[in-house]
T-cell receptor, first 117, second 112 residues
């Protein structure tokens, strides 16, 4: 149980294009989803928190116009990297939490490796 | 805000030995402490978690202990196997934010 699917797993695109990443909870409803960024050999850095049907809350330093987050249903959240540039290249990982409490487990997808040429 | 320190950054053990990874946190309001295992190119996988009303939890070869007074918690893996080799992350979740604050990670290598 508690499977989170993330798609695509790997994407290469040209500088200036926009890329959409999907995060789906397959066997549970996720009231809250999170988006993280991870650089090589480093820890996970929280980018934003999204609750179904409301606007995402971004962490300090994360550009909300660059990283658009939509959480339209209890099983789907999307992250769109707009006008991507080489410095946006990274490993992006989503997680989903079934309950509203912070003591409920977060289950992670397998990440999306984004490479901007 | 919450800050989580994790040690050691790398750990090498012989197959069959035990491995211990330690984390400290700063925010006394944190009440949830999960541990994740991340294999290369994959997302983190929840392996065990503990809440602040419990001092110890065990699941087969994996155990976690929590000392709220000292604000530290530890992961114990017994009878290690080569497939335990991965990066392990601890995290803490303050009640007022519900976010996970991660430690820096520990690369565990189990030598056959």
């Amino acid at each position: 149980g508690a499977v989170v699917s993330q798609h695509p797993s790997w994407v290469i695109c040209k500088s200036g294009t926009s890329v959409k990443i999907e995060c789906r909870s397959l066997d549970f409803q996720a009231t809250t989803m999170f988006w993280y960024r991870q650089f090589p050999k480093q820890s996970l850095m929280l980018m934003a928190t999204s609750n179904e049907g409301s606007k995402a809350t971004y962490e300090q330093g994360v550009e909300k116009d660059k990283f658009l987050i939509n959480h339209a249903s209890l099983t789907l959240s999307t992250l769109t990297v707009t006008s991507a540039h080489p410095e946006d290249s990274s490993f992006y990982i989503c997680s989903a939490r079934a309950g509203p409490g912070g003591d409920q487990p977060q289950h992670f997808g397998d990440g999306t490796r984004l490479s901007i040429l | 805000g919450e800050n989580v320190e994790q040690h050691p950054s790398t750990l090498s053990v012989q197959e069959g030995d035990s491995a211990v990874i330690k984390c400290t946190y700063s925010d006394s309001a944190s009440n949830y402490f999960p541990w994740y295992k991340q294999e290369l190119g994959k997302g983190p996988q929840l392996i065990i978690d503990i809440r602040s009303n419990v001092g110890e939890k065990k699941d087969q070869r994996i155990a976690v202990t929590l000392n709220k007074t000292a604000k530290h918690f530890s992961l114990h893996i017994t009878e290690t196997q080569p497939e335990d080799s991965a990066v392990y992350f601890c995290a803490a979740s303050p009640t007022n934010t519900g976010k996970l604050i991660f430690g820096q990670g520990t690369t565990l290598q189990v030598k056959p």
